[in-house]
């Protein structure tokens, strides 16, 4: 069986006042892998990210979703099709309660439209989203704290909600940008085994600068370095490749 | 507020305005009713969405020449001229709102600015022919049934009765998912549009809202005064409901409310003490601005002792 190639880059380039932070990059994803991108600070791994969830378009190349063109695809589109992230600096509402951040995106997720009068009209909570919101937050293990306000939550609890957020959505790909930045020792072991846990639901791409952490995690590996793919392939053999090395190491 | 007083807040804000009936005339309390209406509707914008008009008395005015003009040249009948007026409020923001709602910040402030200038000198000299100008124009509107609005109780009546339902109206709109949607806009917009959500229709859907229901309170003025001038939709009444939202503390229906008639009051009586009475109302909005953020409204709920985790405002 010929696996589906779900998403897809042809020479993309951005270029940030003639500086090209991405450049001419080819990448595919087939469903259902689980693939790691790392590279040094400023290697352009977040723009490659922007690039494939619509925050800009590209100056030049084109994103493909599952052979389709989606270059000029809005950010808010991309996500209809199931193309979700999360960011490098946790991306929280700090004003809300910890379950109404999730409320947005189980509607986005669910059969009910968000233009219906129930959508402007009917209190939040009076149907089944405080059970769903509750199931979330308790897959993340935040179920206790549905009530409290965000900005309460510690760094570590606000990463784990951004990826119930993100699970909420129900995404056929899921991007998670370097999900372990800022996290103790002990939250980084939660959300690795989270993200063991759950991703067998959909393709996943993880962006992490410690080689180290995504080794077991990722069948893939691909490597970027100002602004280019300079390698990729099954982790041990892409660590061994002399190139990666004097990136990283800075000898082969 | 508990959970159980919020539960008949609606009765309780009805308590309240009849209390200040035997401080105040009728008329002067249906006025103070009516800036309530205006505070509510600046507030889905700004405490809500988080977006500060400088223009807001665009729409209120676009609903006191609504009202009158419908009542001259259509049907003196004032539900049909009052709805009229919502409607047609409703449409200039509609017609507005995709080239205002995709700025932010001062260009939203300004934006909205410039349209009310635009607004004043339509009015003012434009079409002069028919809005009587610098003049004005008087509103006469029918007896309808057992409803005379000549009465000024019997509009106090009904303006009270107004209110309320926009009460009504905003606690859904903001306890709604939509309301959720208006306060994730206000904190990073850029990350509701990763959560699937073209943000910009719902702006405009909130901005057109909220030019209806400012319409619906410069139709109510008509209806109490019987006149309307150019006072209605000048630019320099801005700060009045900027004032009044900041006081009573944004993003907060009851904050609004605080806010409007503690505005009212201070501009009603002030004056007759103080000569120059602006100049301290520009210090208290400096004082507003840098200590004291979240209005009275915000500070009265930071301290009840027993406050649940309060969900479905802003602020
Ligand atoms: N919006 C932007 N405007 C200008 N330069 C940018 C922008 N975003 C990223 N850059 C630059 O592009 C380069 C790559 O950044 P980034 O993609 O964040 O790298 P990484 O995520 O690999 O650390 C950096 O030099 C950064 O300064
Ligand atoms: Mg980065």
Sequence with gaps: MPEEIILETRGVTKRFDGFAAVSGVNYRLREGESAGIIGPNGAGKTTFFNLLTGMFPPTEGTVLYRGADITRIPAHGRVGRGIVRTFQLVSVFDSLTVRENLVLALIRAGKEHAVSARFFLEDAWSGNLPDL????????????????????????????????LALCLRPSVLLLDEPFAGLSDVEIVEVLELIHR??????????????????????????????????????????????????????? | MTERLRRIDILLIAGAFLLLLPFLKFQRTTDYIIFCVFVLSFDLIYGYMGRLSFGHMLFLGSGAYSVTLFAEHVSPNPFLSVLFAIVAAAAVGALLGPVVVRTTG?????????????????????????????DGMSAVFSKTGFLDFQDKRVLFGFCLACLLLTCWGMKRLTRSPFGILLRMIKENETRVKFLGYDTFRYKWAAYAISAGVAGFSGALSILNYGYVTPSFIDTNRNVEVIFASLIGGAGSIYGSLVGGVVFMAISNYLPTYIPRWEMFLGFGLLLLVFRFRMGIWGALSALEAFRPRREGEGG
């Design chain 1, 198 to 252: 759950v991703r067998k639901d959909f393709t996943l791409v993880i962006i992490e600068h410690k080689i180290s952490r995504i080794v077991d995690l990722v069948s893939r590996l691909s490597v970027m370095h100002e602004g280019k793919l300079i390698a990729e392939g099954e982790p041990a053999e892409v660590l061994a490749d002399p190139l990666v090395r004097q990136v990283y190491w800075g000898r082969p």
């Design chain 1, 133 to 164: 919101s509750a199931g979330a937050l308790g897959t993340v293990g935040l179920r206790e704290k549905a009530l409290w306000k965000t900005s309460e939550l510690s760094y570590g609890d606000k990463r784990k909600l951004e990826i119930a």
């Design chain 2, 106 to 134: 001062a260009a939203f402030a300004l934006i909205n600015l410039a349209f009310n200038q635009v607004g004043h000198f339509l009015v003012l000299i434009a079409f002069a022919r028919y809005t009587g100008g610098e």
